[in-house]
């Protein structure tokens, strides 16, 4: 049987050693937890050890952050090797990529990078995660990304490609409501517009977190995706309104840098929480 | 463009964004560019400090920084797993002229190394000194000691785990003056390290070899100053065996 996403229609945050104790003496809002595949893929240690004891207690959503789906290059073998070996142990309740790349020729780039919008990347991406699910053998969910430059070769909007991909690939969708503030501001079109035509039928997972704000050399607002702070007002609003369309959906708070104390991101999981409730 | 290039830029400063990325109004992207550049080297760079915090104490955050900045574009992470990124840093170190007078850098990098490696290398339940006990002495020559999968052995012309105890959680650690050899291990949750006695490094060497006890110990007892029964010792008293092949 292939995995199906099947995270429930609750809270979760991105899992920080830090606060294991915490989580294991009270999680609160929090109902499950997201993990970095890549950190998981060591032979042994405390780490691991760690996990496979919160998966008793915890569904585990399982995202990836290194497979480079939007590469120019053949996907990693070796990586979706140890992908497989990851999930077959920990049978998360949920397996998640990013739309970008991240690896050349010359090595692991450690950031997500972007793809132009037209057929031909569209295709190659689908192949991409036609090969993650047939590998793996689960429905992946694709993430939308938070992008700083736009590629005088896209022919087709963000939208319209994100549906080529699900049309080839039948893969679910991840939406990050954060990187659609972040790339509509930077892009300069409307996060209601886009919220209001995305494909909702697809969405497995939501994703929030926070950013900073900059400008560019022009002057024109440039925010950028940093996971290190609360999420915004804004975001929380288009949660909103993303929320009236979906229904319940599973809800995740990042926060990846600056990482706070417990309390402060289980505050951020409550009002997330509040948020789900409204519309139940 | 392809990838290759947008990679190629995004680790040499010096080269112009490549063309074809823009910003909202067509305008040729700049500072937009500059925002990966940052985020691949700055994430990269917090990737080393993670790693060498130690080696960073004795070079100062600053020059560490600047530091980070050349290794991470030269020696970019060779798969997406960041906690085996940067095993060339000692050599970098060995290599990078503005710290050649710090000699001992290297070494302390490959302490550090060892570290990192001995947390994540595979688990193992270590066994008690009965079943060696149990030997008869031909048995016990002939026997093979299987040791932890994360025991590391550094051995250093300078005094390492001095100048790493100083520089981390023993701050008031004196400075030997000869080297030493530091064993590395991680029996269960916790990386632990000692110094080891004069013929220990090669006594686990040999272990790890896959010799014999008896050839270990015929090899060993010519080094000066070696105590077998201190190193027998020193292996149960560190957990270090996990089985016995006789």
């Not at chain 1, 997500?112 to 969910?141: C, F, G, S």
Request: charged fraction near 20%; hydrophobic fraction near 40%.
């Amino acid at each position: 049987m292939p995995l199906i996403p099947h995270l429930p229609n609750s809270v979760g945050v991105g899992y920080k050693p830090q606060h294991l104790d915490d989580i294991l003496a009270d999680s609160g809002s929090v109902k499950w937890l997201e993990i970095h595949a890549e950190n998981y893929m060591s032979a042994g240690g405390p780490p691991i050890a760690q996990l496979k004891r919160l998966a008793e207690q915890f569904p585990i959503s399982c995202h990836g952050v290194g497979l480079s789906i939007g590469g120019e290059r053949p996907l990693d073998k070796d990586h979706l090797t140890r992908l497989k070996h990851l999930i077959n142990w920990l049978k998360p309740a949920s397996f998640s990529e990013h739309l970008a790349w991240s690896t050349h020729e010359g090595g692991f780039l450690n950031d997500l990078l972007p793809v132009p919008y037209n057929m031909e990347t569209a295709k190659r991406v689908a192949d991409h995660v036609n090969e993650v699910q047939d590998t793996l053998n689960v429905q992946m969910l694709l993430e939308n990304p938070s992008v700083y430059v736009a590629f005088a070769a896209s022919t087709m909007d963000e939208i319209t490609f994100i549906n080529e991909v699900v049309s080839r690939t039948g893969c679910g969708l991840l939406l990050d409501v954060n990187n659609v503030f972040i790339s509509g501001t930077n892009q300069e079109y409307s996060p209601e517009e886009y919220i209001a035509n995305f494909p909702v039928e697809h969405i497995g997972e939501l994703h929030l977190g926070g950013h900073i704000k900059d400008q560019d050399e022009h002057g024109a607002p440039l925010l950028i995706d940093s996971h290190n702070d609360k999420v915004v007002d804004p975001v929380w609003t288009l949660l909103d309104t993303l929320l009236k369309r979906t229904g319940p959906k599973p809800i995740l708070v990042e926060w990846d840098n600056d990482i706070p104390d417990w309390s402060i991101l289980e505050s951020e999981a409550a009002r997330a929480t509040t948020a789900l409730e409204a519309i139940s | 463009m392809s990838q290759i290039d947008f990679a190629k830029a995004l680790l040499d400063n010096e080269r112009p964004t490549p063309g074809g990325l823009i910003d909202p109004k067509g305008r040729p992207a700049g500072k937009r560019f500059d925002v990966y550049r940052n985020n691949v080297v700055l994430s990269l760079s917090d990737a080393l400090s993670d790693a060498y915090p130690v080696v960073q104490k004795l070079v100062g955050d600053k020059f560490f920084q600047a530091m980070a900045g050349v290794f991470v574009r030269q020696h970019p992470p060779k798969s997406p797993i960041i906690s085996q990124f940067a095993p060339e840093f000692p050599d970098f170190l060995a290599a990078f002229p503005p710290v050649a007078k710090l000699t001992y850098l290297p070494d302390v990098a490959r302490l550090e190394k060892a570290r990192t490696e001995a947390y994540h290398a595979l688990d193992a339940t270590p066994i008690d000194g009965a079943a060696l006990a149990a030997l008869t002495p031909e048995q016990m020559s002939e026997a093979k000691l299987r040791l932890h999968p994360s025991l590391y052995i550094i051995s250093s012309p300078f005094p390492v785990f001095a100048i790493w105890q100083q520089n981390s959680d023993a701050p008031e650690t004196a400075i030997p003056k000869h080297g030493q050899d530091v064993l590395i291990a991680r029996p269960s949750d916790m990386v632990e390290m000692r110094t080891l006695p004069p013929g220990a490094a090669d006594f686990l060497r040999a272990l790890n070899a896959g010799r014999t006890l008896g050839e270990t110990i015929e090899f060993c007892e010519k080094i000066p100053l070696f105590d077998l029964t201190e190193n027998i010792g020193g292996l149960f008293e560190s957990n270090l065996l996990i089985k016995i092949e006789s």
